[in-house]
């Protein structure tokens, strides 16, 4: 076992090129050149890009403004994956230009389940209860 399998954590290097493609993807994205039907006049925003450790591939995490037509974004930014990665290439000075990934940013749907988890009644009802004296019954 290498000392990269055992580390999950991803290194400097790893977190500051990915956090370069995220915005050079942005930056592309924004300027709207792609041709893709499932891409037209929809605002898509890059939340991460995680390298491997090798530096060859990256996986975008993406959101849709709004979260509409999740699915057909994605899949039109696969099929632009190419273009995309000869833009980058342009724009970004590595060695290698990493092959690309997109997947579909899901912690705002986290975020929102825990925070409508966290306003429940009972919960608000036990948490607001710890400052409260106790009922006598």
Same mark, same amino acid.
């Given at each position: 076992m290498t000392k990269h399998q055992r580390n999950?954590?991803?290194?400097?290097?790893?977190?500051?090129? !990915? =956090?370069?493609?995220?915005? +050079? *993807?942005?930056r592309i994205l924004q300027? !709207? =050149?792609?041709?893709?039907? +499932? *891409?037209?006049?929809v605002a898509v925003t890059v939340t991460e890009v995680r390298m491997s450790p090798d530096l060859k591939n990256a996986t975008a995490y993406v959101?849709?403004?709004?979260?509409?037509r999740r699915a057909e974004v994605i899949a039109g930014l696969t099929r632009s994956a190419g273009y995309l990665r000869g833009q980058i290439a342009r724009e970004v000075p590595l060695r290698f230009t990493p092959g690309l990934?997109?997947?579909l940013?899901?912690?705002?749907?986290?975020?929102?389940?825990?925070?409508?988890l966290l306003?429940?009644?009972?919960?608000?009802?036990?948490?607001?209860?710890?400052?409260?004296?106790?009922?006598?019954?």
């Amino acid at each position: 076992m290498t000392k990269h399998q055992r580390n999950r954590e991803p290194s400097q290097r790893q977190l500051r090129v !990915g =956090e370069e493609l995220r915005h +050079a *993807l942005s930056r592309i994205l924004q300027r !709207g =050149e792609l041709r893709d039907p +499932a *891409l037209q006049e929809v605002a898509v925003t890059v939340t991460e890009v995680r390298m491997s450790p090798d530096l060859k591939n990256a996986t975008a995490y993406v959101m849709p403004l709004g979260g509409a037509r999740r699915a057909e974004v994605i899949a039109g930014l696969t099929r632009s994956a190419g273009y995309l990665r000869g833009q980058i290439a342009r724009e970004v000075p590595l060695r290698f230009t990493p092959g690309l990934v997109f997947a579909l940013d899901t912690s705002f749907d986290h975020a929102s389940r825990i925070n409508e988890l966290l306003h429940r009644p009972e919960v608000e009802r036990d948490l607001g209860g710890e400052d409260e004296p106790p009922e006598d019954g």
